[in-house]
């Protein structure tokens, strides 16, 4: 489609043709008669005319040599004349023919030398008007339109046909308009249509006048000289097509609507106007696109077999493409840029702008290769358009894909090449994010907070800030900035939303405290996950349990973390098996829950984490196994926490539940060795009477009466009472019986029964009695106190016998 400030072709195509056609064509000189020979004898002329011979038979000749010999020849003869007869009457024609020769024979220079002395020495004239409108041509074909312009002008003072005038001022005014002097223009057209000698160059002026007042913004003003144009029946049908089209876009200015689809309908309907038809159909869909009349347009271009060329023929197309992507058709659209693409070259506007759609296009139907295809976009037109909003906006849909596909390093490099400022708001928005988001996942934190803060700033209430200040927190963090962190992370939890971005918040803040060490916080944290999140996942709500639970620990209340540990444990187990069941033996030590602990220590040992549990809550857990007759548990926890190696490292109190604990499993070289422990640190005589007696009982189950008997005296030496004495009566007994003396065994048993009330002991003295009595065949004595046995103690059962080891 040609712009409206631009020259018609139609000007350029005849200016070239005149500078190629004879002189007769352009400008012809008076021919000059020579004088009567007979009358007067005059040299100059002689010569003059050989000249003019030699000249006027160059231009009959068909063969180029010849004619290239002859005007070199006639070229010879005017030069001749002009340096004999310089003030001739005809050496104003000469130089012309002179000029003229040379410029046929190449001699461009030395032609342009000759016109321009014409011009300086004669000045005016119909042969400096020839000369004058042969350098204009020279210098319009070159592109030099200021000096072609007043030469123009000068060949149209000194026309010498009426017509000459107005081509000289028409030419005149195109040179001015291809130099943006508009005045200057007007001025030379406004002389063609005042001149009423040439009808063809006053419709050109006319159309000349529109297109200047167009572009002026004179709408009104181009209409009527348009118009004007189209008003005139006498006019061809190719300047009333250009005219028509002219006013049409003039009307469609003005709001016209209506009008200006009727110019376009003249110029679809009119014959002669097919030339202009496909600009008009590229006009009438450009008018129903911009009114957002799609489907109109694709209708306008789908019925018309209308085809332009080049230029004209990608506008065309570049309409439908655009159209067809506002109806979500890319595919379409995508084929028909790429023909845009294929008719113009690459620096063309109109291809930059269709490859550049053509991009978008690609990225809306898929976005896998996009990198690939924005890089060969960038390689055709970045260099030329580097600050281009749709440079940036194709760099930014490269980064975007690299980012979705988790490329995060490869985008922030692409990221870093994007200018903000050279991309439309809503672009800028997404920048902002993306790089922000990128930057802070590619070890640039400060760089990802300064393009979030930049974006939550500019858009607040945009539907990624949640997002935005989530990933902002995070950045925080990793610069060891937590007031900022935290604050980012409370402005989430405080907002109404209860979105994926409160538990975030909750959790991450609670793991940020965590990590600082702030207990109480981290606690209150976990706590309000809990609390306002309905739908965690097992992980996470066993997470949030497990260190709720540690660091009510950490903070002395083991007791009530207990709830909490379990939870974490049942949500969790293979995360919190172990650590949960270290807190949890901790919060069962601090409740005073035996049966729990003993259970907890259990599944460390199975587990073989034991040692993380601190020794008092196993030691404790093992005298209360011990307490509650579970002798197997607490002889291995009491083993756990003593040290054979060094035993005064190992509390007495240890060795000696250890002790007994061993003999109850019948074990007398275990109970043995913690027994001498014992003895080695005890200095109080009540306790060393009791280790001496658990002393005595292993030797004895070791088979060393002897021994045993030695170790009972000592302990009964130092006068123990209760359930020592006791013990030591039992065991004395023992040896009786062991020596086969089951009286005084029978006495030893009778003094517990008789003075003992230990639940344990006076049982266990009874069974021992009757056996003595059934020894020395007392059956009835035997008897009377068996009976007293099921009477006291119904439930008593007899212990198992220990093996000697």
């Known amino acids: 489609m040609r712009h409206l400030g631009e020259i018609p072709h139609i000007v350029k195509r005849a200016l070239a043709l005149l500078a190629l056609a004879p002189v007769s064509l352009v400008?012809?000189?008076?021919?000059?008669?020579?004088?009567?020979?007979?009358?007067?004898?005059?040299?100059?002329?002689?010569?003059?005319?050989?000249?003019?011979?030699?000249?006027?038979?160059?231009?009959?000749?068909?063969?180029?040599?010849?004619?290239?010999?002859?005007?070199?020849?006639?070229?010879?003869?005017?030069?001749e004349y002009l340096n004999e007869f310089s003030e001739h009457p005809n050496a104003e024609p000469a130089w012309l023919y002179l000029g003229y020769s040379y410029y046929q024979s190449g001699q461009i220079d030395q032609a342009k030398r000759c016109f321009h002395t014409l011009l300086n020495r004669y000045g005016t004239g119909i042969y400096a008007a020839a000369g004058a409108y042969t350098l204009a041509i020279d210098h319009y074909n070159k592109g030099e339109y200021a000096f072609a312009a007043p030469l123009f002008e000068r060949y149209a003072t000194n026309a010498a046909k009426p017509e000459d005038a107005p081509r000289g001022f028409y030419f005149a005014g195109s040179c001015y308009r291809l130099l943006d002097r508009d005045r200057e223009a007007i001025g030379s057209f406004q002389k063609v249509i005042d001149s009423r000698a040439s009808g063809l160059y006053i419709a050109q002026s006319k159309l000349a006048l529109g297109h200047i007042a167009y572009k002026a913004g004179k709408f009104q003003d181009a209409l009527k000289h348009f118009e004007s144009v189209l008003s005139t029946q006498g006019y061809s049908a190719e300047y009333r097509a250009e005219a028509a089209m002219g006013a049409s876009r003039s009307a469609q200015k003005l709001d016209e609507n209506a009008l200006s689809e009727k110019y376009l309908q003249l110029v679809l309907t009119t014959s002669g106007m097919e030339k202009f038809r496909a600009e008009a159909q590229t006009a009438l869909m450009q008018n129903h696109f911009e009114k957002q009349e799609y489907r109109e347009v694709i209708d306008i271009f789908k019925r018309s077999s209308i085809k332009a060329e080049g230029l004209q023929e990608a506008a065309r197309l570049m309409i439908a493409a655009r159209t067809y992507r506002q109806l979500k058709q890319p595919r379409e659209a995508l084929n028909l840029f790429r023909e845009v693409e294929r008719l113009v070259p690459p620096e063309n506007d109109l291809a930059f702008q269709a490859s550049y759609y053509r991009l978008l296009c690609f990225f809306e139907i898929e976005g896998r290769h996009i990198p690939d295809q924005v890089d060969a976009f960038l390689q055709i037109y970045r260099a030329s358009r580097p600050a281009d909003e749709r440079i940036h906006t194709a760099l930014l849909m490269k980064a975007g894909a690299l980012f979705a596909n988790k490329q995060n390093a490869e985008a922030a490099k692409v990221f870093s090449e994007i200018e903000a400022s050279s991309l439309s708001d809503e672009n800028r928005k997404t920048l902002l994010y993306q790089r922000g988001w990128c930057l802070a996942e590619t070890g640039d934190p400060q760089g990802g907070i300064r393009s979030l803060s930049e974006f939550i700033a500019a858009y607040p209430q945009d539907p990624l800030i949640r997002s935005a200040i989530a990933k902002r927190a995070m950045a925080f963090a990793e610069t060891s900035e937590p007031s900022k962190a935290i604050a980012d992370f409370d402005k989430l939890i405080a907002s109404k939303n209860k979105d994926e971005f409160t538990s975030f918040a909750w959790l991450e803040s609670a793991r940020m405290r965590r990590a600082e060490g702030n207990t109480t916080d981290m606690v209150a944290r976990y706590r309000g996950l809990l609390e306002n999140v309905a739908d965690l996942t097992d992980k996470l709500e066993g997470e949030a349990n497990y260190?709720?639970?540690?660091?009510?620990?950490?903070?002395?209340?083991?007791?009530?973390?207990?709830?909490?540990?379990?939870?974490?444990?049942?949500?969790?187990?293979?995360?919190?098996?172990?650590?949960?069941?270290?807190?949890?033996?901790?919060?069962?030590?601090?409740?005073?829950?035996?049966?729990?602990?003993?259970?907890?220590?259990?599944?460390?040992?199975?587990?073989?984490?034991?040692?993380?549990?601190?020794?008092?809550?196993?030691?404790w857990a093992g005298m209360q196994s011990y307490n509650a007759g579970d002798f197997e548990s607490a002889a291995r926890f009491l083993t756990l926490v003593s040290n054979p190696e060094e035993p005064r490292e190992t509390p007495k109190e240890v060795w000696r539940y250890l002790a007994k604990a061993e003999l109850e499993l019948g074990k007398p070289e275990p109970a043995l060795a913690a027994a001498l422990n014992v003895l080695a640190q005890e200095e109080n005589a009540a306790w060393k009477a009791d280790g001496l007696l658990d002393r005595g009982r292993a030797l004895l189950m070791l088979n060393r009466p002897a021994e045993a008997r030695q170790v009972a005296d000592e302990s009964a030496a130092l006068h123990p009472q209760g359930r020592t004495q006791a013990g030591l009566q039992i065991l004395s007994g023992d040896l009786f019986m062991r020596e086969g003396d089951p009286s005084r065994a029978a006495a030893e048993y009778l003094k517990v029964v008789s003075f003992s009330v230990d639940a344990d002991l006076k049982p266990l003295a009874l069974h021992r009695l009757i056996q003595s009595h059934e020894k020395k065949g007392e059956t009835a004595e035997a008897e009377k106190y068996r009976a007293q046995l099921r009477a006291e103690f119904p439930n008593w059962k007899e212990p198992a016998s220990p093996k000697a080891e």
């Not at 002329?45 to 040599?65: C, I, P, T, V």
């Not at 709830?563 to 444990?569: C, D």
């Not at 650590?579 to 729990?596: E, N, R, S, V």
């Not at 259990?602 to 030691?619: M, R």
């Open 547 to 619: 260190w709720i639970g540690w660091g009510m620990v950490k903070t002395n209340a083991a007791k009530e973390s207990v709830p909490y540990l379990e939870k974490a444990r049942t949500l969790s187990p293979e995360a919190y098996k172990k650590h949960a069941g270290i807190l949890l033996a901790l919060g069962y030590f601090a409740g005073q829950d035996p049966p729990k602990l003993i259970e907890e220590i259990n599944l460390a040992i199975e587990g073989k984490y034991q040692d993380d549990i601190p020794s008092q809550a196993i030691q």
């Open 27 to 79: 400008a012809q000189p008076p021919v000059a008669r020579p004088v009567n020979p007979v009358l007067e004898q005059d040299a100059g002329n002689d010569l003059y005319l050989r000249g003019k011979l030699l000249y006027d038979d160059a231009q009959k000749s068909a063969d180029a040599q010849t004619r290239m010999m002859q005007y070199q020849r006639a070229a010879q003869v005017f030069n």
